[in-house]
């Protein structure tokens, strides 16, 4: 399976679960752009949070 990347709307490309900040305040968990707080669809975070830098 070829890693996920999500083009955020800041232009990140977000590739590891350390582009991403965890969002605990909601009753699901959610994931947020690290660089501009915009959150990531959750089929794509939930991919992007098992991917780290090798
Ligand atoms: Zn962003």
């Known amino acids: ?12 490309t977000l590739r590891f679960r350390q582009d991403m900040i ?5 009753v699901r968990r959610s994931w947020r ?6 959150p990531i669809p959750n089929v794509v975070a939930e991919r992007l949070s098992h991917q780290h830098p090798s």
């Open 1 to 12: 399976m070829s890693p996920t990347t999500h083009s955020c709307t800041c232009g990140a």
């Open 22 to 26: 965890e969002d605990r305040s909601g």
């Open 33 to 38: 752009c690290k660089d501009c707080n915009t």
